[in-house]
């Protein structure tokens, strides 16, 4: 997938939302040692530089370069390129060893994942054994306006023949994702913690978002522009014009436990 979002790095880096502070106290109030964590796919590094408000390294790792590239620095986070091709032994030791991290957290990437590979590698690096893993997405805007979530669904539904198939935990809400570790009372197997994204959100910024989605790049890529010029307006009149801001609420939810004993 690392193509995928190599092509809209800089739309990503642009629309993604902020995941709210409290989310990473409430991680790390789960953790004893508050030593190192890892932020697996790390994108543009917004989580990893959070994660860094509580522990004392981050690495925040990510196969995509041109992600790398737009990432934010900051003192306690090291981003390193994790191509494809690097064996689980040796992600492994560049993460620091077996029985390493006190914290791993995947932001709105895990769908993209080889999960049972994935899951093997974080059971080997995670700290035994009060280490907590977390992974969070988010699938959509709350309600804004009758008509605006009108338009909204029609885009959405206009999406639906481009998406991989792995977005289907995503449209769900990670409810059927696999999530093989024990529950620490912040969402589980099949129960994910229901939470909200607050965000000021302008049309442009509603636009950013939607050209970000990777089943637009794909469509537009297949000779599709699914936010052709006319689509543009419609969303726009609803919206009520191109310098309204909103407040919206993004759709989250997140899985988060331990190694099983």
């Known amino acids: 997938m690392a193509g995928l979002f190599d092509k809209q790095a800089d739309a990503y880096l642009d629309a993604r939302p902020t995941y709210p502070a409290h989310w990473y106290s409430m991680l790390a109030d789960h953790t004893s040692s508050h030593s190192l964590a890892w932020d697996v796919g790390t994108g543009n590094g917004q ?36 191509p494809v091709s690097l064996s689980d032994d040796e992600l492994v030791t560049l993460i620091g060893g077996e029985n390493r991290v006190d914290l791993v957290t995947v932001a709105q990437a895990v769908h993209w994942f080889d999960l049972p590979r994935f899951y093997s590698v974080v059971n080997r690096v995670l700290r035994k054994p009060n280490g907590v893993f ?43 994702l696999p999530f093989p570790f024990e529950d620490i009372g912040l969402g589980a197997e099949g129960r994910p913690l229901e ?21 637009v790049v794909t469509a537009k890529e297949r000779g599709v522009d699914l936010l052709a010029e006319d689509v543009v307006r419609e969303l726009e009149r609803v919206w009520g014009g191109s310098k309204v801001v909103r407040q919206v609420g993004y759709k989250g939810f997140m899985l988060a436990g331990k190694l099983k004993s």
């Open 195 to 215: 939470l909200e994204i607050p965000k000021e959100l302008s049309f442009e910024g509603v636009v950013g978002m939607l050209r970000s989605w990777s089943a």
């Open 134 to 176: 977390a992974v969070w997405g988010y699938n959509d805007f709350g309600h804004i306006t009758p008509e605006i979530d009108a338009a909204l669904k029609r885009f959405h539904d206009s999406t639906l023949p481009y998406w991989n198939e792995n977005i289907k935990h995503v449209f769900d809400g990670y409810k059927t």
């Open 47 to 82: 989580a990893a530089i959070a994660v860094a408000e509580h522990y004392e390294r981050v690495i925040g790792t990510d196969v995509s370069e041109a992600q790398l590239k737009l990432a934010k620095p900051h003192p306690r986070v090291q981003y390193v390129h994790t």
